[in-house]
Structure formats: structure tokens, C-alpha cells
């Protein structure tokens, strides 16, 4: 049984799929148990998925990428959630952010900050939700304000992916106060080592334990009039064309944590007795498999098509939270029906299912809770 088989995977992002496959196999699923338990961060997991050319490519190759497109990403991302989620989501946030440098950036943004990340001498981070809220983009309270020089920022982001281990930062801050809630937010370029600029890990997390966020407090972070990126005032629109992107993404994610519930569930019944035979030989197991199996091709079937449908940019907003919202949900429901089979042994950290169990809880929240993609689902999806 292939879960993740190629049929539904366009021809071209076949090869890095196959790539990202052999990565897995021999870096991510034999170290997926040890990070789980230690929650350190994964450098030497890292360090070969860079080598192996299958981290932060998706930067263009006049950047020096491979320039990955939206498909292959989420190829690759497939293959990676399946194997662990923790040691996966700290591979794929290497790169978090360049998108937007890419997109919006200037010729001179994208050569000091792409490039680096691109060879791999760097790590970016995307700053966006804060202490008080991570929901309400128009929300936030993190101020740039303007100085002579460029800016001068202040206030406190948390839960960003290397906070701690970046170089840099795409940092998302209030730069007005006009009636347009949404026209008040800009985007920036922060180096971690600017002063005024403070991050900590955050405490230890249940699930993808082997991926680091940070706590960032902004006090006075003086950064040049050139960091603006894009317009002054265009952040909340920049951010919500990176997350359609980000959202079919995460939908992998979700796969991928399915296809793993599955593959676990599956092994754990035909190897346990009960009343005298294996417990998959109960027609109750039976459906409840044949039901993981159908929410997991469905979920599949929409991520690939919202992946087709948000590159050619139509009605990206409607099917990057459809594929992010149900994919999600088929990964967690996956895992507790998983976790039900598994019986006593579901709750032995042994067992992989306890861990996926847990991480799958990660992204109904992250990339925009699973209520705000229902709303977007809502508005952008009239018939
Ligand atoms: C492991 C992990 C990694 C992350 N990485 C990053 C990162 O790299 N960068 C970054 O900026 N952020 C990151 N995040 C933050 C993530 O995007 C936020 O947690 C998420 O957007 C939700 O924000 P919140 O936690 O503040 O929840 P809140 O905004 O406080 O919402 C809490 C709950 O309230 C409900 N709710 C809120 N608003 C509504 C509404 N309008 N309608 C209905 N219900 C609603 C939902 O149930 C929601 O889950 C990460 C989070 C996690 C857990």
C-alpha cells in the first residue's frame, strides 16, 4: 500500500518526490522517536536535507535555488509530514518568509537575504502572530514607526518558527492608524542580531517537539529605511496572497500525518490479537480503516486540485483554506481513530501513533486556525 502514491502528482514534481522520499527514509523516520523525546533542534536533520538539496529550494535559481515550484513543495512536504512532523516542519521553515521577499522584494532585498538562504548559509523566520492574537492579522499591535534613518520597532511576536536560530526575519508590524484597519500593516527585513531584538524559545510544546518557536520582544529595533518590504501599507494583502500558498502547504502537512495514522493503524491491527484472532479480522476495525481510507483519498484528491488551482491563481483565497481546513481535519481525525485502535498502547510513547496524534493538532491552529479558514471558505466560496 502506497498512500502517497504518485498518480495524483503531476509529472513534473515527481523526481523531487522521489528525492524527498530517500531523505526521509534515511534521515527523518530513524531520528523521528529520539527528537520527539529530547525536543532538541534537529541541526544534523537539517544540515542533510540542505546537502541533499531539498531544503529552502524553493528560491528561485536566480537566487541560487532550484526554484521549486508550488507542486513540488508540496510534493516534498507529503513525504516529509509522513515521516515526522516535528523534524519536517523545522526543514520546511528554513525558507519561511522568502516568499514574500521574492514576490515583493527589491533587487537589492533579494540578493543580501535570498541568496544566503538559498545556499544555505542562512535561516529566515515569517513573524506575524502575537502574545494577544494570532487570528486577527488586522489586529496586531507591533508598531514600525518612522525615523530619520528607516524605522524603529516595538512590541512582542510569538510562536515564530526560529526566532531563536534565524538570521533574519520577515517581520509583520503596524505602520498606520487610518479607518482602513487593513491598509495599516507593513511588511520588514529584521536580522536577528539588530538591537533591540530579544527572542527566547517558547515553553516545550506536546507535539512536533523537534521544531523551535520563539517569543520575540521588539524594544526600540532601529532597521534602515531599505527593509520596507514592498509598499508602506500593503502587509495585510502581501500576507494574504503568501498564505494561499502557505495553505495548500499545510494541507501536505495534513496528508502526510494521515497517511502516517493510517500506515500505523494499519500495521498495529494485523499484528493484535484479540478473542483468539487479529483485531483487523473485526468488521467494526475494517470500517473504521475503510473510512480513514476515504477521508484520506478525499482530502488528497482536493489538496492536489486546490494546488493546481491557487498556481494559476484562480480563486486561490477559496481553495487554499478549503484544502488547508480539510486535510487538517482528516489528519486529526485519522489519528484518533487511530489512537481507538491502538487501545492501552495508543498512550505508550512508543507507539508513533501517540506522536502523530499530537502533532496532528498543530495544523488545525498554525497558518490560520481551522474557524478563519471556515470564514474565508464562506465568503470567497459563493456559488
Ligand atoms: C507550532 C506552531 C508554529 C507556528 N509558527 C508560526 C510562525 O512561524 N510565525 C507566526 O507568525 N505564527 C506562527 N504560529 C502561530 C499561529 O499562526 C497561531 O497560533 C494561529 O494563527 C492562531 O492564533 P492564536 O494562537 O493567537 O489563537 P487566537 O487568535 O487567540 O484564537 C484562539 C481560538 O479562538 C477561535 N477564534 C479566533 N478567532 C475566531 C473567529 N474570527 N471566528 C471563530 N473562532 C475564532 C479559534 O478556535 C482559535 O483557535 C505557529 C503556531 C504553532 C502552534
Not at 505602520?175 to 511588511?187: A, E, L, P, Q
Not at 529595533?221 to 502581501?238: A, D, K, M, Q, W
Not at 484528491?301 to 486546490?306: E, H, S
Request: hydrophobic share 40%.
Amino acid at each position: 500500500m502506497d498512500l502517497l502514491d504518485e498518480s495524483v502528482v503531476p509529472a513534473h514534481a515527481h523526481e523531487v518526490k522521489r528525492e524527498a522520499r530517500e531523505f526521509a527514509d534515511e534521515h527523518i523516520r530513524p531520528n523521528a522517536e529520539e527528537y520527539f523525546r529530547s525536543g532538541e533542534y534537529p541541526w544534523d536533520v537539517l544540515e542533510a536535507g540542505m546537502d541533499a538539496g531539498l531544503v529552502a529550494q524553493d528560491i528561485s535559481e536566480e537566487y541560487g535555488g532550484r526554484g521549486l515550484d508550488l507542486e513540488q513543495v508540496l510534493a516534498i512536504n507529503e513525504e516529509f509530514y509522513a515521516a515526522d512532523a516535528g523534524i519536517a516542519l523545522t526543514l520546511m521553515l528554513a525558507s519561511f518568509g522568502c516568499e514574500i521577499i521574492e514576490t515583493y522584494g527589491t533587487e537589492a532585498q533579494k540578493d543580501e537575504y535570498l541568496r544566503p538562504v538559498a545556499a544555505t548559509d542562512q535561516l529566515s523566520g515569517l513573524a506575524v502572530s502575537e502574545p494577544q492574537t494570532g487570528s486577527d492579522m488586522a489586529g496586531m499591535t507591533t508598531t514600525a514607526e518612522r525615523t530619520d534613518d528607516g524605522w524603529v520597532l516595538n512590541g512582542e511576536k510569538y510562536w515564530v518558527g526560529n526566532a531563536v536560530e534565524a538570521d533574519w526575519l520577515t517581520v509583520y508590524a503596524k505602520t498606520g492608524d487610518g479607518d482602513d484597519r487593513y491598509g495599516n500593516y507593513s511588511m520588514f527585513i529584521v536580522e536577528t542580531d539588530t538591537a533591540g531584538y530579544e527572542a527566547q524559545h517558547i515553553p516545550e510544546k506536546i507535539g512536533m517537539r523537534a521544531s523551535k518557536q520563539g517569543h520575540i520582544i521588539f524594544d526600540d529595533c532601529e532597521i534602515p529605511e531599505e527593509n520596507l518590504v514592498g509598499t508602506e501599507g500593503g502587509g495585510f494583502y502581501v500576507l494574504a496572497d503568501f498564505f494561499n500558498h502557505g495553505r495548500v502547504v499545510v494541507g501536505g502537512h495534513g496528508i502526510g500525518l494521515a497517511a502516517h495514522a493510517i500506515e500505523e493503524t494499519w500495521k498495529f491491527v494485523h499484528d493484535r490479537e484479540a478473542f483468539g484472532r487479529d483485531i483487523a479480522e473485526f468488521q467494526s476495525t475494517q470500517h473504521i480503516l475503510a473510512d480513514m481510507r476515504m477521508e484520506f483519498e478525499a482530502a488528497r484528491a482536493l489538496n492536489w486540485r486546490a494546488a493546481r488551482k491557487v498556481k494559476q491563481g484562480e480563486d486561490a483565497g477559496f481553495w487554499a483554506a478549503a484544502t488547508k481546513t480539510k486535510s487538517t481535519e482528516t489528519a486529526v481525525d485519522c489519528s484518533e481513530r487511530g489512537m481507538q485502535l491502538h487501545g492501552g498502547r495508543s498512550v505508550l510513547e512508543e507507539y508513533p501513533i501517540s506522536r502523530v496524534y499530537r502533532d496532528a493538532r498543530i495544523p488545525v491552529i498554525y497558518e490560520g486556525a481551522n474557524e478563519i479558514q471556515r470564514n474565508l471558505i464562506y465568503r470567497q466560496g459563493d456559488i
